[in-house]
């Protein structure tokens, strides 16, 4: 596999449940990035990993909770969410933060998260 | 407050013509700008880039202008192909990338 994978791409969760967005990167990038896409809304930054170490934090709600294990792994785990959280969630890596030019991002496809 | 802006939400082109994305910004500290493309059901990829000490970046059929008095820049694609048809997001770094809201582009054949 090359580039940004993330799972699952679709998911459908209730506003009690638990669940977790998944992304994997193979390109030897040092930053991962989530993003929230809501409908003609700009790209929302919502955390940032540089070297497995969060750097960014946009005002996220704590019912959003991310995880960086490695550089080339980063998880985004969901609890108790609300309706309006529905929205196109996308992993994003970089070879590093803060370096002019190589913030060039690779997006994975995203993960469709409804909720109920 | 937005520091990114695409005003225009969609622009439709006819196949062959030149279509024109814009851009404005109002952080005049940014130190580069870039252009992303977004298929339907896929994350965005890079387009093109520019510098701040730049003007013009061209690759192949795909020009970026930046106007740095005017806090503007914008794309040109031409000639326009129906396989442009996309979202088209500019974005503007100094350290993070800020993206504007998108601008669905339709080339008809």
């Known amino acids: 596999e090359t580039g940004v994978t993330q799972t699952p791409r679709h998911l459908v969760m209730g506003m009690t449940n638990k669940k977790s967005l998944k992304c994997e990167q193979h390109?030897?990038?040092?930053?991962m990035y989530w993003y929230k896409q809501s409908a003609k809304k700009p790209l929302e930054l919502m955390f940032v990993y540089n070297f497995k170490e969060q750097t960014e934090n946009n005002s996220v709600p704590s019912r959003f909770s991310p995880e960086c294990p490695n550089s080339s792994h980063l998880f985004l785990h969901l609890h108790t969410l609300q309706p309006e959280d529905s929205a196109l969630y996308l992993c994003?890596?970089?070879?590093?933060?803060?370096?002019?030019?190589?913030?060039?991002?690779?997006f994975g496809s995203g993960t469709q998260l409804s909720v109920l | 407050d937005q520091q990114v802006k695409q005003n225009s939400p969609s622009l439709s082109v006819q196949e062959g013509r030149i279509s024109i994305l814009n851009c404005d910004y109002t952080n005049s500290m940014f130190d580069y700008f870039l252009w992303y493309k977004k298929y339907p059901a896929e994350g965005p990829t890079f387009l093109i880039s520019?510098?701040?000490?730049?003007d013009k970046n061209e690759d192949g059929r795909f020009t970026v202008f930046l106007n740095k008095s005017a806090k503007h820049l914008s794309l040109h694609i031409v000639p326009s192909q129906p396989g442009d048809s996309a979202v088209y997001f500019c974005?503007?770094?100094?350290?993070?990338?800020?993206f504007g809201q998108g601008t669905e582009l339709s080339v008809k054949p």
């Open positions: 520019i510098s701040s000490i730049k």
């Open positions: 994003a890596s970089s070879q590093a933060v803060g370096f002019q030019g190589l913030e060039k991002l690779f």
């Open positions: 390109l030897g990038h040092n930053a």
């Open positions: 974005a503007a770094g100094g350290g993070k990338l800020i």
